[in-house]
């Protein structure tokens, strides 16, 4: 049996995040490799229930609402838990919780999948710069998911060898019907999408402007939870997964990743979909957004409306070849190389 184990109780298994389905994308894609169980404090959330059922079995080990002074604490323990639950695994692919080093105790292959550093000071932060560092230094292999945190991997202790950095992929095949797509959402002439835009980060606040530079364009949003854009020339989409989903990308001309204030080390989910189904991308050069693009798209080093529209008129143009990144080919390049043995 293989584990798939997130400790983090922020990542519900159907989430309607860029986290959550990345886990559940992973969970489906080591199906192919044996029988999967995934290991979560919960399945879902006060921000509702998103995505198709993952095809593995699901372990719910539930854990406590501690107290401001245990907290730190309490999510070790309750890490720790969860880990002993998954303890009869053959082998586990974990993703990564700051401070947080329980992983380092299972006994077989460990695949840290690393997302983002530890993110807290004072006290605690030593205390979470410690497990972590003891975190990567025991894992089997660290799967960075973008440069930056191959990078900071390795000036953490993990060895050199033992760091792979795997770009995220798309559960997208290839386009979507553009005319299927126009024809549902009533759209015509130039059409933008923002895919995903329930945080701050990304940017979707600034689609009012863009649009006041781009008087011809309307702009679609997609995302359960996304934050309202008041604006006569945005629409806005729920959650939207497999053919849907790709009508809708596909029924636009470019698509956008204003992100303002995102940091170093991102791997954006959106940029693989906007690539699976060959729709160009205008972003803002933060991350691994200008090695992902390559020829696909346009890196603008400010959010200034002017240089956007004029971006996104250019590119609207183009129709790129589309670039699908399955899931599987993650999960290949992940583990290629290694040997997972069962525990002794």
């Known amino acids: 049996m293989i584990a798939v184990v997130s400790t983090d109780r922020g990542i519900?298994?159907?989430?309607?995040?860029?986290?959550?389905?990345?886990?559940?994308h992973v969970t489906n894609a080591l199906r192919a490799r044996g029988d999967v169980n995934v290991f979560v404090p919960t399945e879902s959330d006060g921000r509702g229930h998103a995505g198709a059922a993952v095809g593995?079995?699901?372990?719910?080990?539930?854990?406590?609402?501690?107290?401001r002074g245990l907290r730190s604490w309490g999510r070790r323990w309750d890490a720790a838990h969860i880990w002993r639950a998954a303890a009869g695994a053959s082998w586990a692919w974990e993703r990564a919780a700051a401070g947080i080093d329980a992983g380092a105790r299972?006994?077989?292959?460990?695949?840290?999948?690393?997302?983002?550093?530890?993110?807290?000071a004072g006290h605690v932060g030593r205390m979470a710069a410690g497990a972590e560092r003891r975190n990567l230094t025991t894992a089997t292999r660290v799967v960075a998911v973008s440069?930056?945190?191959?990078?900071?991997?390795?000036?953490?202790?993990?060895?050199?060898?033992?760091?792979?950095?795997?770009?995220?992929?798309?559960?997208?095949?290839?386009?979507?019907?553009?005319?299927?797509?126009?024809?549902?959402?009533?759209?015509?002439?130039?059409?933008?999408?923002?895919?995903?835009?329930?945080?701050?980060?990304?940017?979707?606040?600034?689609?009012?402007?863009?649009?006041?530079?781009?008087p011809e364009a309307k702009a679609v949003v997609i995302g359960g939870g996304a934050v309202p854009i008041d604006h006569p020339r945005v629409r806005h989409l729920p959650h939207l997964e497999?053919?849907?989903?790709?009508?809708?990308?596909?029924?636009?001309?470019?698509?956008?990743?204003?992100?303002?204030?995102?940091?170093?080390?991102?791997?954006?989910?959106?940029?693989?979909?906007?690539?699976?189904?060959?729709?160009?991308?205008?972003?803002?050069?933060?991350?691994?957004?200008?090695?992902?693009?390559?020829?696909?798209?346009q890196t603008m080093p400010d959010l200034d409306p002017a240089t956007w529209a004029e971006?996104?008129?250019?590119?609207?143009?183009?129709?790129?070849?589309?670039?699908?990144?399955?899931?599987?080919?993650?999960?290949?390049?992940?583990?290629?190389?290694?040997?997972?043995?069962?525990?002794?």
């Open 147 to 214: 440069s930056w945190l191959a990078r900071w991997a390795v000036e953490r202790g993990a060895k050199p060898e033992r760091v792979r950095h795997v770009p995220n992929g798309s559960a997208l095949t290839g386009p979507g019907n553009r005319e299927a797509g126009r024809a549902r959402w009533d759209l015509s002439g130039l059409v933008v999408v923002l895919l995903g835009a329930h945080r701050p980060w990304h940017g979707a606040k600034h689609l009012p402007a863009l649009l006041a530079a781009l």
């Open 242 to 297: 497999g053919a849907a989903l790709a009508d809708a990308l596909s029924a636009a001309d470019v698509g956008l990743a204003p992100y303002d204030g995102a940091p170093p080390w991102l791997s954006p989910l959106k940029l693989a979909d906007y690539l699976a189904v060959g729709l160009p991308v205008v972003a803002r050069d933060v991350g691994d957004a200008a090695h992902l693009l390559r020829d696909a798209g």
């Open 12 to 24: 519900p298994l159907y989430g309607p995040s860029g986290a959550s389905a990345h886990l559940r």
């Open 311 to 344: 971006a996104v008129r250019a590119l609207s143009r183009r129709t790129p070849r589309p670039r699908p990144r399955p899931w599987a080919t993650v999960a290949d390049e992940a583990l290629g190389g290694i040997d997972l043995p069962k525990c002794a």
């Open 56 to 67: 593995a079995n699901i372990t719910v080990v539930p854990t406590r609402n501690w107290p």
């Open 106 to 120: 299972f006994c077989g292959p460990r695949i840290l999948e690393l997302n983002a550093p530890a993110e807290e």
